[in-house]
C-alpha cells in the first residue's frame, strides 16, 4: 500500500517560519506531480503549490515569494518552506502526491493525513 506521511506542523507568530515534509511509502512504481494543499475552517481546500519531477513548480498567488516547494525524487520526498507567514495561512496542510503503484502501473492522486498550521500572537 502507499503512504503519504506528513511532518512540521505547529504554532508559529506571524512573520515566522515553518517547514513541512511529506514522505511517500510503499509499492510506488512511479512519482509524478507532488503538491501541497490547505483548508481553512469554513472554506474549500485550495492548492498552495506543486512540482512536477522535474522540477517546475506553480504557487498560489498569495503565497508567492513567501513559500518554496522543493522535493527529493531518491527519497520520495516533497517539501514546503513557509516564511513570512501570515494569520490567514493558517490551515490543515495536506500532501498530494500523483503516482503509480507497482499493482495496477495508473497514476492516481494520494493524499496524506493533514497537519495542522496555526499562525497566531
Known amino acids: 500500500q502507499v503512504q503519504l506521511v506528513e511532518s512540521g506542523g505547529g504554532l508559529v507568530q506571524p512573520g515566522g517560519s515553518l517547514g513541512l515534509s511529506c514522505a511517500a511509502s510503499g509499492r510506488i512504481f512511479r512519482l509524478y506531480a507532488m503538491g501541497w494543499y490547505r483548508q481553512a475552517p469554513g472554506k474549500q481546500r485550495e492548492l498552495v503549490a506543486t512540482i512536477t519531477s522535474g522540477g517546475s513548480t506553480n504557487y498560489l498567488d498569495s503565497v508567492k515569494g513567501r513559500f518554496t516547494i522543493s522535493r527529493d525524487n531518491a527519497k520520495k520526498m516533497v517539501y514546503l518552506q513557509m516564511n513570512s507567514l501570515k494569520p490567514e495561512d493558517t490551515a490543515v496542510y495536506y500532501c498530494?502526491?500523483?503516482?503509480?503503484?507497482?499493482?495496477?502501473?495508473?497514476?492516481?492522486?494520494?493524499w496524506g493525513q493533514g497537519t495542522q498550521v496555526t499562525v497566531s500572537s
Open positions: 498530494n502526491a500523483d503516482l503509480s503503484d507497482i499493482a495496477t502501473l495508473k497514476p492516481r492522486d494520494y
